[in-house]
């Protein structure tokens, strides 16, 4: 064999090798990718139906102070009188109907025995009209017999060992999936009843639809009595939809169509599988397309690789004519003929060689380059939409307060957060933080800080002792041994009272007809740093018309062209300047440390949180009486 020849076919292996590798590299990272964004698509759509449920949930949970605070229906109950306990609540069983969303109100005995049931019984009869006086007419709820369509005796020992409201999914008799608050009724004996508000949970299907874009059907565990808007679609795919009960996404064909389904199992209140939340979205545009691209893109690949080999071995075969005139010479050297011939070409052999295999090293590490920055480009681009899909996006229209925040990040994606949310007894948190990196390590860590904070928030009230709590989930197994500023407060609309704890951050400022003060440290240091942390407490009472400002080191810290500091003089100075409205103030603010940094880049991210009190007359609310602050 020539050893043109063998180079050929040795060129041909090598690349055929780096071919399949990069063709095995590239399926490793699609498969990843595919398994890093299925992973996301649930985590959204669990968050999305969760927070659709809490709200709806919480929604009834206001409406439990109404049912235990009239005395008629109480004393209707302690007497088991359920047509005088339905005409105390008329006007209340009234407005549960005129909801968006129906909800039904039942109750039942503690030994399981239906006293009462919204769902029964008409409010009003078709031949009984309302009487003059607008009153319902009487009507008499013991004509039931039937057993309770909700409350089955297992909830009611589980309210009344929590001696609580509990909430959550629970099954209906029909096959259907209620979306329950479940309370304990109190006389002064103790615990008589326990009732139950809740609504079909096949009435949130709209709203998730809605917020995802896609069909939704919802079905119970073993996939019988399926609801949605679009039946006829799941008919169609029932047949190839192997019923898996386990949360995931497959890609389903059907006649030529393809199509996503996203299978996400849903726990009831009793922490069992009770039902699946599935969405069908029809990918076939994208299924086809895909498919012919990689058809067109291998094929491509593989003429564009025919015609390089054809052309290397046309071009061997050209570079290697001055090497068989040497070898000429050496032949003719041997048989002893002197009459060596003229070299047409200086033969450069190594150089040829060296040059061919420089240049594919050279294109390797391009082509190299060039899929690792692709890869990082895209990360970093789904790393910032996640972060800023943590962050809330509109902003609170309370009569109370005015509220307006805005983060700037200095890369992709930053360290600082800021998030406020609603408590369960009414009051509002506010919470603003700063990671100590940058990068995509402090954005994972923004991220579990976050949400560890908002979740104990909901069950701890004190400031205080939240961050307490929040510190020692963050502070163990910290290996990367991040930490990060906070400061949380509890804002109480109906008094005014400004409760906080401060996690070594940068102390917010209170705003008082144009005279700036920080706020008193509480002295903690920042989460994530020492386990065993100590959060102190102090509160401020705010007047109408005063605000606060929290903010991160990005604004005192920002830096001109000289290296000079914007420092908190300037920002004090800035606010006593700045209008009252939440929105103006931070557009001041971002606009006062923009014209002092002038053209020189940001060194940390910036992140500001205004809010101003309105007070509780503002929205309507009876002032507090004395002793009561």
């Known amino acids: 064999m020539k050893l043109r020849a063998r180079i050929t076919l040795s060129v041909s292996l090598c690349f055929a090798v780096v071919a399949g590798g990069l063709a095995l590299e590239g ?17 959204g759509y669990r968050t999305t139906w969760n927070g659709i449920a809490d709200t709806e949930l919480q929604r009834l949970a206001t409406a439990i102070p109404t049912i235990n605070r009239n005395d008629g229906a109480l004393r209707a109950l302690g007497r088991k009188n359920p047509r005088d306990y339905a005409a105390s609540l008329a006007e209340f069983l009234l407005s549960l109907q005129a909801n968006p969303l129906p909800v039904e109100f039942e109750i039942a005995t503690l030994d399981g025995k239906l006293f009462f049931s919204s769902a029964d019984q008409p409010l009003y009869p078709t031949d009984r009209p309302p009487t003059d006086h607008g009153q319902p007419p009487a009507w008499d709820p013991t004509q039931s017999t039937a057993p309770p369509r909700l409350l089955s005796a297992a909830l009611i020992d589980a309210v009344l060992r929590a001696g609580k409201p509990l909430s959550g999914l629970v099954s209906l008799p029909d096959g259907g999936h209620g979306l329950t608050v479940a309370f304990p009724l109190l006389t002064r004996t103790g615990p008589t009843a326990v009732g139950a508000l809740y609504l079909n949970a096949d009435d949130l299907l709209p709203a998730f639809q809605s917020s995802v874009g896609v069909p939704a059907f919802l079905s119970g565990a073993d996939g019988s009595r399926v609801r949605g808007a679009d039946l ?39 922490d069992r599988e009770a039902a699946i939340l599935t969405t069908v979205e029809d990918i076939t545009h994208q299924y086809w397309h895909g498919a012919l691209v990689n058809t067109l893109s291998h094929g491509a690949i593989g003429v564009a690789l ?4 054809g052309g290397l071995h046309w071009y061997l075969r050209h570079a290697f004519r001055p090497l068989n005139e040497v070898i000429g010479i050496l032949n003719a050297l041997a048989r002893g003929d002197t009459r060596l011939p ?34 990082l480009r895209q990360e970093l681009h789904i790393a910032t939409r996640i972060q800023r899909s943590l962050l809330p996006e509109r902003f609170p229209e309370r009569p109370e307060f005015d509220l307006c925040a805005e983060l700037h990040t200095v890369g992709e994606v930053g360290g600082d957060f800021y998030d406020f949310f609603d408590l369960p007894d009414g009051r509002l948190g506010l919470v603003i933080a700063d990671v100590s990196d940058k990068g995509i390590a402090a954005a994972l860590f923004m991220a579990i800080a976050r949400t560890v904070i908002r979740a104990i928030a909901q069950i701890v009230p004190a400031p205080g002792a939240c961050l307490e709590q929040a510190n020692a989930l963050l502070s163990k197994d910290n290996a ?10 509890v804002l109480d609309p109906a ?17 008082v007809r144009g005279k700036v003060a920080a706020l008193t440290r509480t002295g903690g240091m920042a989460l994530g740093a020492i386990e065993d942390l100590a959060c102190a407490e102090r509160n ?8 606060l400002l929290l903010y991160t080191d990005g604004v005192t810290e920002a830096f001109d ?18 209008p009252a409205d939440p929105r103006q103030m931070i557009a001041a603010v971002v606009g006062a440390v923009g014209a002092f940094a002038g053209s020189a880049p940001p060194a940390d991210d910036l992140t500001l949180l205004a809010m101003t009190y309105r007070g509780s007359a503002a929205a309507g609310l009876a002032p507090p009486r004395a002793g009561e602050r």
């Open 480 to 489: 990367a041994a991040m930490f990060v500023t906070t400061f949380y407060g």
């Open 306 to 309: 025919a015609l390089f080999l």
């Open 540 to 547: 401020v009472l705010l007047h109408p018309a005063e605000s």
């Open 561 to 578: 062209a000289r290296g000079e500091q914007f420092g908190a003089a300037r920002l004090e100075a800035a606010l006593a300047a700045a």
């Open 495 to 511: 008094t005014g009272e400004f409760r906080y704890a401060n996690a070594g951050h940068n102390p917010p400022y209170h705003i």
């Open 342 to 375: 003229v070299l047409a070409t200086t033969p450069s052999r190594v150089d040829e060689i060296g040059r061919l295999a420089g240049a594919a090293e050279q294109f390797r590490q391009a082509q190299q380059a060039r899929v690792q920055l692709t890869a």
């Open 27 to 43: 399926r490793i990272r699609e498969w990843r990718a595919e398994h890093r964004y299925q992973r996301e698509l649930l985590a």
């Open 232 to 270: 006829a679609l799941w008919r169609q795919l029932e047949g190839v939809m192997p019923l898996r009960r386990q949360a995931g996404v497959r890609t389903e064909r059907h006649d030529r169509r393809a199509y996503t389904v996203v299978r996400l199992p849903l726990r009831d209140l009793f």
